[in-house]
């Protein structure tokens, strides 16, 4: 069978599919009514090959469109109102990044002080949120990474996830390592990321660090930790 789009069920916050192909409003298909704005991304084409029917799929779904970012450019999908998070939740996308010689930041999610994305300088998938830490009163950066070589021009399946208070990254389905604090011994209390990440607006393609270069095709935002 092929790559099938993801469907919604009760735990999907917004689901984008990509569809579209043209114009400047990306569709929410969760039935909550988050459609994105779309700032200066440029639609293409996507034809996929098509693979085993899987969670994650191995694939995007065939024959479908995605948006194409240099770095500048964004979907603006704003506040969750009535549907923010305060427990287990996933980001998830499929991404494929352009080779750059820049080393900064690629992010695909930011909402408040947290963010997903790809860092060139050490060719690692990084998911992070930087909350008060209660043992010190202090604000630090939460940080749980997965090593890659670096797929350019590949699609890849990325996704944050917090699951009991606590975040993972998920690459192609491989978990990277748990999450540590930075700068700060491994056995003192986590800082809550809830409030820290469903803050502020959600973005997708950028972030304060730096923007994605690459495609970004089929994301979902669910309630629920997904892996």
Do not use: C
């Not at 043209?22 to 700032?39: A, E, F, M, P, T």
């Not at 506040?79 to 820049?102: C, H, N, P, Q, V």
């Not at 909350?131 to 021009?153: C, D, I, M, Y």
């Amino acid at each position: 069978s092929t790559g099938e789009p993801w469907r919604r069920d009760e735990t999907t916050l917004a689901l984008y599919h990509f569809a579209e192909g043209s114009g400047d409003v990306l569709r929410d298909s969760s039935g909550n009514g988050h459609h994105g704005k779309i700032v200066g991304a440029k639609w293409v084409r996507v034809d996929g090959s098509g693979s085993e029917s899987r969670e994650p799929p191995a694939e995007p779904p065939e024959n479908n469109s995605a948006l194409s970012l240099d770095g500048s450019q964004s979907i603006k999908v704003g506040k969750y109102g009535r549907d923010r998070i305060t427990g287990d939740f996933t980001w998830e996308a499929w991404a494929k990044l352009r080779r750059s010689e820049s080393k900064v930041d690629q992010n695909i999610f930011r909402s408040g002080r947290g963010m997903l994305y790809f860092s060139p300088r050490e060719s690692k998938w990084q998911f992070t949120a930087q909350a008060k830490n209660p043992a010190n009163n202090r604000f630090e950066v939460s940080v749980s990474s997965l090593k890659t070589a670096g797929e350019f021009g590949e699609w890849t399946h990325i996704s944050g996830v917090r699951r009991d208070g606590k975040l993972r990254v998920f690459v192609n389905g491989e978990p990277g390592g748990p999450l540590f604090l930075l700068n700060q011994a491994r056995n003192e209390r986590l800082p809550d990321a809830s409030e820290a990440i469903y803050a502020d607006d959600i973005t997708i393609g950028s972030g304060i660090s730096g923007g994605f270069q690459g495609e970004i095709d089929e994301v979902r935002i669910s309630n629920v930790a997904r892996y």
